[in-house]
């Protein structure tokens, strides 16, 4: 499997996670980082030795770049992504996907015209105690499955604040 090279916008707690993860992972190289707060940026960039743009267009036009985690509060999904499809970048963007449904669709539309891949990072199923319930069930081994409920417990993240659990989950 060859090496992606990619980017992440916006560093807070998610693109911080996204950064971590790519700079593990045998088949990504993370060439670079954007965030408009300078400290965060500063503590991503040392961490992983990776380039840090200050501008999210800056790092758009790095031709190094093939794909992007698209990483900022949801209200500004739709801009960030429309801008990374235009500059023909592949884009991994956190849930939810947009703010409204209609600014998902005009998104998902440019991708497929531009011919990138975009998706939404709904990673709940990596998730090893969700792997280890589908195992269960799959193998029958915890019989025959009448119902099932989950409740993921912990405090309300305060990443979601500008959307709210409920649109976060939704769209």
Known sequence: MRTINVGVIG???MGYNHARVYSKLENAN???VADVVKPTLDKVVKKYKTKGYSEIEDLLKDPEIEAVSVCVPTT?????VMEAIKHGKHVLVE???A?????AEEMIEAAKEAGVKLATGHVERFNPAVQKAKELIENEGIGDLVTMSAKRVGPFPPRIKDVGVAIDLAI
Not at 76 to 80: C, L, Q, S, Y
Not at 99 to 103: K, P
């Open 95 to 97: 849930k939810p996907i």
């Open 99 to 103: 703010f409204t449904a209609e600014e």
């Open 76 to 80: 500004f999904h739709h801009e960030v």
């Open 11 to 13: 560093v807070g707690a």
């Open 30 to 32: 993370l060439v670079a």
